[in-house]
Structures are given as structure tokens and as C-alpha cells.
């Protein structure tokens, strides 16, 4: 029976960690490790972004749900990570909904639209890290993973240990976060897996 590994990364085109990423997908997949790993670029181009009104707390929405089915969540650390600010545009946590407007997904051409929330409350200690925010995509999977509990796997995309690209929202987690490669016998650079097979139980 597979497990489902949620991943958190950076997907940026030019600056982001969709190497880890693809990396772990071929390892996962193998004939020894069947891992469903399921990540934000997936969440994003799935059902709930295909409708034309799918805004930031739909999405976050959603990656609450994709967590709460997942065993563990990987959270891939690069140099950037810390500066994205995606997902925080959402102001409707402290403002009236009349007040607030956001651009739906992948909709940018098309201009701003108002709030569609009617009304907000603070989740229970039982419920879903709240939907309505204003913290970018990756900080929201974090609390959302820290608040249900999962198992959470911190790797930098890096051969080394590089405590300052951890986010601040990090703080604690130092100790726990391992780098992502290696050199081999060869000198090529692979993924070290040794971690994620511990806490995954392989």
C-alpha cells in the first residue's frame, strides 16, 4: 500500500526547487518505494483551480485537504524560500468584506474582483488551519501541517545544512532540517533519501 507524502516547494521557473521535487517523484515511483507524492503544483492545476473564480482561500483550502490525507509533509527549503510572498494577498482576515478584493487564480488579465467571503471565525483547535489569511501558500502548508500534527520533513536543496534559508515561521526546526544531496562514489551529485526513509518508516 502506497503512502501519500504531501511536498511543499519553491516552483519558480528559474529560481526554484522543482529539482528536489522531481527527484523525489522518480524515487517515490520506483519498484522498492511506493510513495503518492502529491504537491502544490499539482493542488494548483487540479479541479479546484480550473474554476474561473478560484481564489487564494480556495487554494489553501484545498492543500488543507490534500495534508489532512497525506502521512507526512516534506517542506523543500531553497535560497528563495523565504522571500515568497504568493498566497499573501488576502486582507480579508482583518477587513470587513466589502473593503477587500483579490485577483482569482490565474486570472490576472482579468483584473481584481471583490470578496466573495461572507463571513469569517477562528477555527477551532480540532478544525483546519483558517483559510482566510494573509501568509503565502508555503507558510500556510506549514501551520496547516504543524496544527494536525503530520510528520514534517525539512530538506534543503543543497549538499550542505543552510540554517539561514529556514523562514522564520521555521524557528525551532533547525535541528531537524538535513540536506537534500549528496556526492557519490562518482562525485555526482543524488539524492540523499536516508532521512525521509527513516521518517516515512522504510
Not at 480579508?92 to 482579468?110: D, H, I, L, V
Not at 469569517?120 to 501541517?145: K, V
Request: proline share 2%; with cysteine.
Amino acid at each position: 500500500m502506497s503512502k501519500q507524502v504531501y511536498i511543499s516547494a519553491d516552483y519558480d521557473l528559474y529560481n526554484g526547487d522543482t529539482d528536489v521535487v522531481n527527484e523525489l517523484n522518480k524515487w517515490g515511483s520506483d519498484a522498492w518505494h511506493k510513495v503518492d507524492f502529491i504537491d502544490m503544483s499539482k493542488v494548483a492545476s487540479g479541479s479546484v483551480a480550473n474554476d474561473n473564480d478560484c481564489r487564494i482561500c480556495d487554494l489553501k483550502a484545498e492543500f488543507n485537504r490534500q495534508i489532512n490525507a497525506s502521512s507526512a509533509v516534506i517542506f523543500v527549503v531553497g535560497d528563495m524560500m523565504g522571500s515568497r510572498t504568493a498566497g499573501s494577498g488576502c486582507a480579508r482576515a482583518a477587513k470587513n468584506q466589502g473593503q477587500c478584493t483579490c485577483t482569482p487564480y490565474k486570472q490576472n488579465t482579468n483584473g481584481i474582483k471583490s470578496c466573495k467571503v461572507f463571513s469569517t471565525s477562528t477555527p477551532s483547535d480540532n478544525e483546519d488551519y483558517g483559510n482566510i489569511n494573509n501568509y503565502s501558500y508555503l507558510r500556510h502548508e506549514f501551520e496547516q501541517a504543524k496544527k494536525k500534527k503530520k510528520k514534517i520533513i525539512i530538506v534543503y536543496n543543497s549538499t550542505r545544512k543552510e540554517t539561514s534559508w529556514l523562514p522564520s515561521y521555521m524557528n525551532g526546526y533547525e535541528d531537524y532540517a538535513k540536506p537534500f544531496w549528496k556526492f557519490d562514489f562518482y562525485g555526482k551529485k543524488v539524492g540523499d533519501y536516508s532521512y525521509i526513509k527513516e521518517v516515512l518508516g522504510f
